[in-house]
């Protein structure tokens, strides 16, 4: 028998006029992301289905799990509307939950098909008292029970027990497209990841000072690249060879300013990648305070190099919370592989704390970066990184 997901649409149904397009989204994205895996999916009001080759459960799971838009899913079966089958199904739902040790559960049941004999509270408590009569030790906790068994009487009946959460947030491309400034850190797969969630398409683009920087460096951006492509969907890497501008700043501009106009030139050329791919933002790591560059001070000089709207979605959030979501999405251990970025390399030792708009801006002038800084951009190679490689 084939494997049934009834999966749960998240935001998609709150979101009133728009639900028609956000729901148009998930439907492409879900069946492109599920293509080869023979996957066939029913959309519904609220409730989607998605049914698959059990030898292929695993791989549409993990599609279920990542993909932005679902609230959650579970395993279900599918049955006819009498009572009987209903409580057969429910008997097999609540048995590998008691064979995992659950002693407590309770039975939620919803009906959008009014013309079922029992309603919802008659349901929970016929299939409450068969469910203590198949299983002696079990017992009810309507608070906090071990399990759930859930009804759901539709078109048929779908009996399920245990959801899992999926990533929540709006499909991918909803909300357009973002640039995301990607290093090899811990920070921007997190902030790239967490505006996917909030429905841009993402593209990247990585800085690249070789051979101050090495080959396994970008390689380890293109594996963040490809961690973030299983929530995002697919990803263009965009590498900009930015040796000669590093090379630049440190022999023109003040040494304390190096960091500072480095993101100045990563931000002239990311708006320029940004508005030939037509991506509506750049997004960044950034976190307030964390290094000398991410200042407010700094932030607004750095920013004045960009003409689109600068995405900064960990600006207020802990290094810790950073890092226990970066374990969470499987970023974490390709962040801290040792390569180090062209940022820590070209480093001053006592960077300068607080622009000052006028000042810098001068200084930064001096250091006559524009010719560079077209050539890098020029010269900016792209690879496309598909979710399903
Ligand atoms: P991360 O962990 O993301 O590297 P960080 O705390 O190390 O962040 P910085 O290195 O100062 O902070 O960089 C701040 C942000 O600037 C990064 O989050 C990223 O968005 C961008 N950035 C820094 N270096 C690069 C690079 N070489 N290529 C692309 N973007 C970069
Ligand atoms: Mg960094």
């Given at each position: 028998?084939?494997?049934?997901?009834?999966?749960?649409?998240?935001?998609?149904?709150?979101?009133?006029?728009?639900?028609?397009?956000?729901?148009?989204?998930?439907?492409?994205?879900?069946?492109?992301?599920?293509?080869?895996?023979?996957?066939?999916?029913?959309?519904?009001?609220?409730?989607?289905?998605?049914?698959?080759?059990?030898?292929?459960?695993?791989?549409?799971?993990?599609?279920?799990?990542?993909?932005?838009?679902?609230?959650?899913?579970?395993?279900?079966?599918?049955?006819?509307?009498?009572?009987?089958?209903?409580?057969?199904?429910?008997?097999?739902?609540a048995?590998?939950r008691?064979?995992?040790?659950g002693r407590t559960f309770k039975v939620?049941?919803?009906?959008?098909?009014?013309?079922?004999?029992?309603?919802?509270?008659?349901?929970?408590?016929?299939?409450g008292?068969?469910l203590?009569?198949?299983?002696?030790?079990l017992s009810v906790d309507?608070?906090?029970p071990d399990f759930t068994v859930?009804?759901?009487?539709?078109?048929?009946?779908?009996?399920?027990s245990?959801?899992?959460?999926?990533?929540?947030?709006?499909?991918?491309?909803?909300?357009?497209?973002?640039?995301?400034?990607?290093?090899?850190?811990?920070?921007?797969?997190?902030?790239?990841?967490?505006?996917?969630?909030?429905?841009?398409?993402?593209?990247?683009?990585?800085?690249?000072?070789?051979?101050?920087?090495?080959?396994?460096?970008?390689?380890?951006?293109?594996?963040?690249?490809?961690?973030?492509?299983?929530?995002?969907?697919?990803?263009?890497?965009?590498?900009?060879?930015?040796?000669?501008?590093?090379?630049?700043?440190?022999?023109?501009?003040?040494?304390?300013?190096?960091?500072?106009?480095?993101?100045?030139?990563?931000?002239?050329?990311?708006?320029?990648?940004?508005?030939?791919?037509?991506?509506?933002?750049?997004?960044?790591?950034?976190?307030?305070?964390?290094?000398?560059?991410?200042?407010?001070?700094?932030?607004?000089?750095?920013?004045?190099?960009?003409?689109?709207?600068?995405?900064?979605?960990?600006?207020?959030?802990?290094?810790?919370?950073?890092?226990?979501?970066?374990?969470?999405?499987?970023?974490?251990?390709?962040?801290?592989?040792?390569?180090?970025?062209?940022?820590?390399?070209?480093?001053?030792?006592?960077?300068?704390?607080?622009?000052?708009?006028?000042?810098?801006?001068?200084?930064?002038?001096?250091?006559?970066?524009?010719?560079?800084?077209?050539?890098?951009?020029?010269?900016?190679?792209?690879?496309?990184?598909?979710?399903?490689?």
């Amino acid at each position: 028998m084939d494997t049934l997901f009834l999966v749960k649409i998240g935001e998609l149904v709150l979101k009133g006029g728009n639900r028609k397009d956000f729901e148009r989204r998930l439907r492409d994205e879900l069946k492109h992301r599920l293509r080869g895996l023979s996957a066939r999916i029913q959309t519904g009001v609220g409730r989607w289905f998605v049914e698959c080759d059990p030898e292929r459960d695993a791989d549409v799971q993990a599609v279920l799990a990542t993909i932005p838009g679902i609230y959650a899913y579970a395993r279900a079966t599918r049955t006819g509307k009498t009572f009987d089958e209903i409580a057969i199904a429910a008997r097999e739902a609540a048995r590998s939950r008691v064979e995992a040790g659950g002693r407590t559960f309770k039975v939620e049941a919803r009906r959008s098909d009014k013309s079922f004999p029992l309603d919802s509270y008659g349901i929970s408590r016929e299939l409450g008292a068969r469910l203590l009569a198949d299983f002696p030790g079990l017992s009810v906790d309507v608070h906090a029970p071990d399990f759930t068994v859930r009804v759901e009487i539709r078109d048929r009946a779908y009996v399920y027990s245990g959801d899992e959460a999926g990533q929540k947030g709006l499909p991918v491309g909803s909300s357009g497209k973002g640039l995301l400034l990607l290093s090899g850190g811990i920070d921007s797969p997190v902030a790239g990841y967490r505006m996917a969630l909030r429905g841009l398409s993402l593209e990247a683009v990585y800085f690249h000072a070789y051979p101050y920087t090495s080959r396994e460096a970008w390689e380890k951006v293109r594996d963040l690249a490809r961690i973030l492509a299983r929530y995002a969907g697919r990803v263009t890497l965009h590498t900009v060879p930015f040796t000669e501008p590093q090379l630049a700043i440190k022999r023109n501009a003040p040494e304390n300013c190096a960091t500072l106009f480095m993101r100045a030139g990563m931000f002239t050329i990311a708006d320029r990648i940004a508005s030939s791919i037509g991506a509506n933002c750049l997004i960044t790591g950034e976190s307030l305070g964390q290094v000398a560059s991410q200042t407010a001070e700094n932030l607004r000089f750095t920013e004045a190099f960009a003409k689109l709207p600068v995405l900064r979605p960990l600006i207020g959030t802990d290094k810790e919370d950073t890092i226990a979501l970066a374990r969470r999405i499987g970023s974490y251990e390709t962040s801290i592989l040792p390569y180090e970025d062209c940022c820590v390399i070209f480093s001053p030792a006592h960077p300068l704390l607080r622009a000052d708009m006028a000042r810098e801006t001068e200084a930064y002038e001096k250091a006559a970066l524009g010719p560079l800084l077209d050539e890098a951009f020029k010269n900016t190679e792209r690879l496309v990184i598909d979710p399903r490689q």
